[in-house]
């Protein structure tokens, strides 16, 4: 076997035994909580010695901390939600009608996948104080990626006209948040479709022309 062939066969090995890990941190964190759960239960549960996830991870909140970004980009390749294929696609749409439809269903994608990690998050923080800085205050990414799509919308065909970039931001920062996909879909039991059918129709009245 090539040394090429080696290397590539180890990274595989690595990649695969990450993903192991993170799978089973996501089960028993949302399953047990953050603070009930060790590093040796994730072993036990991902078939790897702990000292793995020392070694790959560094230690508990690093694995956490991984486990989210992980979530949110719904893989592990190192690529923001602004550089990604669905969010751009979106913003490249013709119309502000058009953009809000394939917006909407890309985001309450990633809602459908971060929601189960919130309440981990909720209570990761309020049993190690550490873990609430492992995310930058100063600036909310999720207003961030939210401002860009609003600053796309405002200048598309079928955009209000009176609207801003600011109110836009607002709207889609609030309506299409974690908080609020959980009350409805988790508290209230809507199905994914009616979930991102009402978040649809609800932001295109808000922001859309006639």
């Known amino acids: 076997m090539s040394d090429v062939k080696r290397t590539n ?8 035994t990450r993903r192991r890990i993170l799978a089973a941190a996501m089960e028993l964190f949302v399953r047990d909580g953050y603070g009930a759960t060790n590093l040796q ?30 979530t949110i980009a719904g893989d592990d390749e190192p690529v923001a939600t602004m550089d990604r294929p669905w969010y751009a696609a979106a913003l490249a749409a013709d119309t502000a009608q058009d953009m809000l439809r394939a917006y909407v269903a890309g985001t309450t994608s990633v809602l459908e996948r971060v929601a189960p990690i919130g309440r981990v998050l909720e209570g ?3 049993s190690d104080p550490e873990v609430a800085a ?12 939210q401002r ?3 600053e796309a919308l405002v200048g598309k065909p079928g955009a209000r006209a009176e609207m801003s970039v600011e109110e836009a931001a607002d709207l889609l920062y609030g309506l299409l948040s974690p908080e609020l996909y ?15 059918r009402w978040a ?8 859309c022309s006639g």
């Open 9 to 16: 066969k180890r990274a595989q090995k690595a990649k695969e």
């Open 124 to 126: 990761a923080s309020a």
């Open 182 to 196: 959980l009350l409805f879909v988790r508290e209230r039991g809507w199905p994914r479709e009616r979930w991102e």
């Open 148 to 150: 860009g799509a609003a």
């Open 41 to 70: 239960d994730v072993a036990d549960k991902a078939g790897v010695a702990v000292q793995t996830i020392y070694f790959v991870f560094g230690n508990k909140r690093a694995l956490l901390k991984e486990l989210v970004d992980v």
């Open 134 to 145: 492992l995310w930058p205050h100063d600036v909310d990414p999720r207003y961030v990626v």
């Open 200 to 207: 649809g129709e609800t932001l295109r009245a808000q922001l």
